[in-house]
């Protein structure tokens, strides 16, 4: 006859759970296991947002990319807190295992990311979704392995000494928050400024990898066997010694990727405070191409964009002109080739794009020399909260030469508010024009920003111009450009008062890339296409 098994006392320790033979006394060693909980939780942050912020300049759409990467760890911690349990019998040497892995993993995950997308992000076919894969994928294995952690640490510090888990719960997560709360300051204030994201990720990987290791080899090695202790000292100083080897070759690495991406004309690369920009060729007889955070915005066919850009809009009064955006000056240029205007105001966030495009020769020959020009005036600002206080009714011309639409960081300079502000800067008879993205692969994108602009109360004239230069995507996505459409920028004119009509100033230099004529077919191409009903963009409902 079997014997009913007998449960244990509630509150009773597994057999296995006795107390830790510890080489220092109880209170100093729950001490070192909640600062080991600090510094893996402000590690595991750091990991989180660092693939946010490195899936966003490569891949772009940053709310798309954050809920991503937030939403699969989220899931993945949970399902490694539940797997962490069949370890618990031999928590420290699991605890010191999962950590020289999310060492590893973590802080390989920035160079990994971004040699997929230097290296394969130009294949095309299911290649070109490389990055997207791979993002996902170190989020699930980071999160697996995030998740694990609490409950093995819980079991190491409840053998330390026992207490209700109530209390210990609170403890390893308020250790657990505050290191978040560390983790999640230092990567924006001092790691990305100072080490740039894939050396700041190699260091945390270090960090994460001395803390695991140091607190089980140094605190719970009487719990360990002497093959245990030899194979987690060999697999620290390995993945210390990996990492260290990244940080040696990450100079060398990122200029070998940065060729992949850009080519090797790479003349400038330089990290500002807002983006990376990047300036290729330029000189022995190369073709200029300026690229913003990964996105070509000037190249060998920027005159077409930029006489479509301006001189349909200064076809009127022009005296005073108003650019936002626009700091490489070659929207300046165009404006100051009509005679009559008398001030130009430059509103442009990023400084170095203005410093580059005053000293750089031959950025600087190729805007000619528009900012050495008396009458042009450069503030460095966002356009937004700019607009806000701004003078009203004083420019007959605005331009907006900005990001696209379907670019985060842009969608509020394509709402309604911001263009409800712009009218408002509007002198009486005033024109805006808005760069609208890439008219033939987004069409509903562009009607979008027609109907955003109709909502602000602004009469509109779309249109659009052909040829744009091969490599990139005119959209948001880096990822080269296979699909063979038809490449072209959308442009709407907009004026408060009546539909401006869409023609060229007489007398004013007639544009190389743009006539009457083929300003009226562009026209009428795209009125054959509108997409009618549409809602309007808005700051707390963006449709783009």
Known sequence: MIEPHAPAPPGSPPPWAGPARLPVQPSTGRFLVLACVFVC??????????????????????????????????????IGSLAAKRLRWRAAAAFGAIEATLALVGGCSAMA??????????????????????????????????????????????????????GAVADLFAADYVGALVGGLAFPFLLLPLLGQLTGALITGAVN????????????????????????????????????????????????????????DVRVALQTGTQEVVLTGGTDGHPLALFLDGRLRVGSDELRYHEALVHPAMNGPHARVLILGGGDGLAARE???????????????????????????????????????PRVHVTIADAFPWLRTAPTSTYDVVISDLPDPGITASTKLYSQEFY?????????????????????????????????????????????VGGRDSGFAAGPDRTADASGAPRDWGFVLASARTAPPLGLDLHAPLPQTLSSASLAADVRAVTRTRIADLPPSTLVHPRY
């Open 420 to 464: 409800g502000l712009a009218r408002r800067a509007l002198a009486p008879g005033g024109r805006l024009v808005v760069h609208a993205g890439p008219f033939t692969t987004r069409p509903r994108v562009f009607w979008t920003v027609v109907a955003t602009l109709r909502a602000a109360g602004l009469h509109t004239a779309p249109y659009r």
């Open 209 to 264: 990898a001395v803390a695991g290791g140091t607190l089980v080899l140094g605190l719970f090695r009487r719990d360990l066997t002497r093959r245990t202790r030899w194979l987690l000292l060999v697999a620290n100083l390995a993945v210390l010694g990996l990492l260290a080897a990244a940080a040696v070759l990450v100079d060398d690495f990122e200029q070998a990727a940065r060729h992949a991406v850009y080519g090797h």
């Open 41 to 78: 939780a402000a590690c595991g942050l750091v990991y989180e947002l660092e693939l946010v912020a490195l899936a966003s300049y490569l891949i772009g759409d940053s709310v798309t990319q954050a809920s991503v990467v937030l939403s699969v760890m989220v899931f993945a911690m949970g």
């Open 335 to 373: 404006v100051l080739r009509h005679r009559g205007v008398r001030r130009v105001d430059v509103v442009e966030l990023d400084a170095g794009v203005v410093r580059l495009a005053r000293r750089d020769p031959a950025l600087s020959k190729l805007n000619r020399h528009a900012y050495d020009d």
């Open 113 to 166: 990311l971004y040699a997929v997308f230097a290296w394969t992000g130009n294949w095309g076919g299911l290649w070109a979704s490389g990055p997207r894969w791979l993002l996902v994928a170190f989020s699930l294995t980071i999160g697996l392995l995030i998740g694990a952690e609490i409950p093995l640490l819980m079991e190491l510090i409840q053998r330390i000494r026992r207490q209700d888990a109530g």
